[in-house]
């Protein structure tokens, strides 16, 4: 019979002669967290993103195998694929509801910003292929006109990771770790956003993806994931308005309302800017977990 996660990790704590608030005072997290990974109650946890983060954090702690304890929680919980858990995960804790709040209490200004986005692309669309279709068309019709071929101009290379945390068994989580309160960052200046509506591109090589979040402005939060990172956005109101992991090597553009609650589950491994400013994550991190809000 295969062993599950939880199974493992309390084996290993038992065999160190380790009680339960030891591991939780160590890695920084809360006593029924713990208990909770021991059992094996997943509905009990964060979203999956998280819960992985806590699980590769207690092996390494106790000098176990990261890999074994994530093949069995694989099996645990029959996962079919990290990227789908992760999908999940953030469709079921952020979107869904993020939505719900925002057609209970705006369902008119949903309805019309929706309608407003449809418009708007469409325009767009047509503003950027009619002139380029009917300049390429009636150069084939000149002789020996020649079309020149459309190159896709390669994204800014990344930038670097901002900081690395020293690899202590109180900062071991490096995937994704706890929510740790910390002080939120105070940022000036913030314009408006519009509609839960995502446009992805590829190009040399990296994914860049632009959504709008919220009914109005045009305040922008710019990153680039050198490590895969969960990302959560609140409103002023506390509701998710967005909630995704950011895979490496991608870059996200969210455009909204200001100010945003931001929860980044492993800053180390991304960059930010707001508004087309550098935002300093280092602050605002503890145990690779960065929470700040920006735009107030």
């Known amino acids: ?35 909770d990974v021991e059992a094996e109650n997943w509905s009990r946890l964060p979203g999956p993103a998280f819960t992985r983060g806590y699980l590769r954090a207690y092996a390494r702690l106790l000098e176990i195998d990261p890999d074994e304890v994530m093949q069995a929680f694989d099996a ?4 079919r694929s990290g990227d789908e858990v992760a999908v999940a995960g953030a469709m079921h804790q952020g979107r869904r509801r993020g939505i719900e709040d925002l057609l209970q209490k705006h369902p008119g200004a949903v309805l019309g910003g ?18 380029e279709a009917t300049d390429e068309s009636t150069a084939a019709r000149q002789p020996g006109a020649v079309v020149d071929p459309i190159v896709p101009h390669p994204l800014a290379p990344e930038s670097p990771r901002e900081n690395v945390l020293p690899d202590t068994p109180a900062s071991v989580l490096a995937d994704t ?6 002080p939120p960052a105070q940022v000036s200046g913030g314009t408006p956003a ?14 860049a993806t632009v ?3 919220s009914t109005s402005g045009e305040d922008r939060l710019n990153f680039v994931f050198t490590e895969d990172c969960w990302v959560e956005i609140k409103d002023p109101q506390g509701a998710t308005s967005y ?3 950011g ?33 300093a994550l280092s602050p605002h991190t503890r145990n690779n977990v960065g929470t700040l809000v920006l735009g107030q």
Do not use: Y
């Open 177 to 182: 770790a706890t929510i740790a309160a910390a």
């Open 243 to 245: 909630g995704d992991l």
């Open 194 to 207: 519009a509609m839960l509506q995502g446009v992805a591109a590829v190009a040399g090589g990296t994914s």
């Open 1 to 35: 019979m295969t062993v599950g996660p939880g199974a493992l990790l309390r084996a290993g704590r038992e065999s160190r002669r380790l009680a339960p608030q030891d591991i939780a005072d160590t890695l920084n997290l809360t006593l029924r967290v713990v208990e």
């Open 114 to 131: 929706a309608v407003a986005a449809v418009i708007c692309a469409v325009l767009i669309v047509l503003l950027a292929v009619w002139p």
């Open 211 to 213: 959504r709008r979040i």
């Open 76 to 79: 645990a919980v029959g996962r």
């Open 247 to 279: 895979k490496s090597g991608s870059t996200l553009e969210l455009v909204g309302q200001a100010p945003f609650r931001i929860l980044l589950g492993n800053a180390p491994g991304v960059t930010l800017q707001f508004n087309g400013e550098r935002v």
